[in-house]
């Protein structure tokens, strides 16, 4: 036997498990990615889907331009290279939050199939929640909340998806939401109806 | 009076607040900065205070070596330039945790201050807590559980903080822990004490 050398005998280091962290917060971890062109609605989807849960005691947070763009990835811009370290960081991100019980929702363009599914693999089945909010570049244009589609159409932004630069849709999407002809609470019950048949909800 | 176009009038958008997540985890959210030499506790402290606070139903969450650079720090190396670099992300992750109502908890022993003081510049007064894990060079090359001192002694590992490297020790840290004559659990209960005294346990 080997000689008992410690002097802090009643201590036992535990590491708190995923799964007990679910236990506390009532529901799984698990990240909610929303893909699609610019103002096709998916930070809207993404905020109404949050407070939706919020309002229902679950543990949710957003990842949107918000707050990543200005903080994490401030140091990136929109090359297709540092459109895929975008992705990235931002997929590894939910991972952590995943991990630590929340309900993350992102809410990017995420326009390359790759850099998603890149990052779907880095979840276990059922983590990674793959949601195409479906809208034509017509729909968006002629929304264009932001006024971005008219400056990409002038060439005064480059490499602009869907006017400059391509979009790569989903073709496994856990879900696909039809956002030409339906509106924003319908589409986010359409979710949530989602992440409750597949037992997200509870832990 | 502005024409109403909308056909979607019952929908009115609502953005969750960071004081609403605090209410529903019972807690505030904020950084709990562990800093201090390779092998001083910061990490067995870390979770030692995480594994208490998740007993207790507060959501918590480590950021440490294992789960950051492996996933969003793996694209970093340990040049002066992406230590910097580490950190810089570190706090904008360990700060999305805080303002979703995680009392995040960080064990990096982030040698640099300016680095340090530009991750606090990112909180509110009270958010950025800064505990100094306080162990000589010879406390911890003594303990050395994964022989990285030996390594670095032999020159095998360069940048070595505190053998080859620079460690700047905070000089207003909010906590000052003495891991030289100190065991886990009575640093790891003077934290606990901290974050009580300061209200931040509750919301």
């Known amino acids: 036997m080997a000689e008992q050398k410690a002097t ?9 498990t995923k799964d007990e962290r679910f236990q506390l917060a009532g529901h799984k971890g698990v990240v909610v990615w929303f893909t699609g062109l610019s103002a096709c609605g998916k930070s809207t989807i993404a905020n109404a889907l949050d407070n939706k849960l919020h309002q229902m005691g679950k543990h949710s947070f957003v990842l949107d331009g918000d707050n990543i763009r200005l903080g994490l990835n401030k140091n990136l811009k929109f090359s297709p290279e540092d459109r895929t370290e975008n992705i990235r960081r931002i997929g590894e991100v939910a991972k952590l939050f995943a991990s630590s019980g929340t309900i993350a929702i992102t809410a990017f363009i995420s326009p390359y199939k790759a850099d998603r599914d890149a990052v779907r693999a880095l979840f276990a089945p059922g983590e990674f929640i793959e949601v195409l909010v479906d809208a034509s570049v017509e729909t968006c244009e002629a929304r264009d909340p932001k006024g971005l589609y008219k400056k990409a159409r002038a060439g005064e932004i480059p490499n602009f998806t869907g006017i400059s630069a391509p979009y790569e849709a989903p ?3 856990e879900l696909v939401l039809d956002a030409n002809t339906k509106g924003i609470e319908e589409l986010t019950n359409e979710v949530f109806a989602y992440l409750e048949s597949k037992g997200v909800l509870k832990a």
């Open 8 to 16: 802090n005998v009643t201590w036992h280091e535990h590491t708190v």
């Open 171 to 173: 073709d496994k999407a």
